[in-house]
T-cell receptor, first 113, second 114 residues
Framework: GQNIDQPTEMTATEGAIVQINCTYQ??????LFWYQQHAGEAPTFLSY????GLEEKGRFSSFLSRSKGYSYLLLKELQMKDSASYLC??????????????FGTGTQLKVEL | DSGVTQTPKHLITATGQRVTLRCSPR?????VYWYQQSLDQGLQFLIQ???????AKGNILERFSAQQFPDLHSELNLSSLELGDSALYFC?????????????FGPGTRLTVT
């Protein structure tokens, strides 16, 4: 089966650093994505990891350990606009060559003054 | 703006009815995905099409069907609608290859079944 776990909610202070963890157990693995979603809006792509290690992109970094089934998203210099839901998703190969994304339920991040 | 368009933005209909949701992928993207997002279920994968062919299927109900046309736009058909089908329906597209697998989401169609 597919299982992706993330904390439901987190709160952090403007200007601080926050780490959002994701653990997964999936039947297949072709990479892990992080998406940001503001309420009522479309998810927007943040990062993609397929190999172990850290990928850095501006204020956002994402880490993957395939052996541990673990990833985290690191947000630095938090801004109020970073208040959103952060979705971890595993790309899972499908018979016939397709892929599907299995999403976690998301971590609702609240940034406070 | 992701470059993926979806119509309509909002749809209100009655139980038992049938609706069609439309999606146009980003220019150059061959792959289209459909997702359902309801409050209690999170984002659920429904189906993937690649260049007109079905490639992957998730927990899509038999009352739902989709297709991708030669111009690569896609339609999701929902029939015999039930109250529980009320949700946000997202379409996403990707290049799906050449090391680029990220999916870009459209703004979604909010379906309300009354």
């Amino acid at each position: 089966g597919q299982n992706i776990d993330q904390p439901t909610e987190m709160t952090a202070t403007e200007g601080a650093i926050v780490q959002i963890n994701c653990t997964y157990q999936t039947s297949g693995f072709n990479g892990l994505f992080w998406y940001q979603q503001h309420a009522g809006e479309a998810p927007t792509f943040l990062s993609y990891n397929v190999l172990d290690g850290l990928e850095e992109k501006g204020r956002f970094s994402s880490f993957l350990s395939r052996s541990k089934g673990y990833s985290y998203l690191l947000l630095k210099e938090l801004q109020m606009k970073d208040s959103a839901s952060y979705l971890c998703a595993v790309r899972d190969p499908f018979e016939g060559g397709g892929n599907k994304l299995t999403f976690g339920t998301g971590t609702q991040l609240k940034v406070e003054l | 703006d992701s470059g993926v368009t979806q119509t309509p933005k909002h749809l209100i209909t009655a139980t038992g009815q049938r609706v069609t949701l439309r999606c146009s992928p980003r220019s150059g993207d061959l792959s289209v995905y459909w997702y359902q997002q309801s409050l209690d279920q999170g984002l659920q994968f429904l189906i993937q099409y690649y260049n007109g062919e079905e490639r992957a299927k998730g927990n899509i109900l038999e009352r739902f069907s989709a297709q991708q046309f030669p111009d690569l736009h896609s339609e999701l058909n929902l029939s015999s609608l039930e109250l529980g089908d009320s949700a946000l329906y997202f379409c996403a597209s990707s290049v799906e290859g050449q090391g680029s697998y990220e999916q870009y989401f459209g703004p979604g169609t909010r379906l309300t079944v009354t």
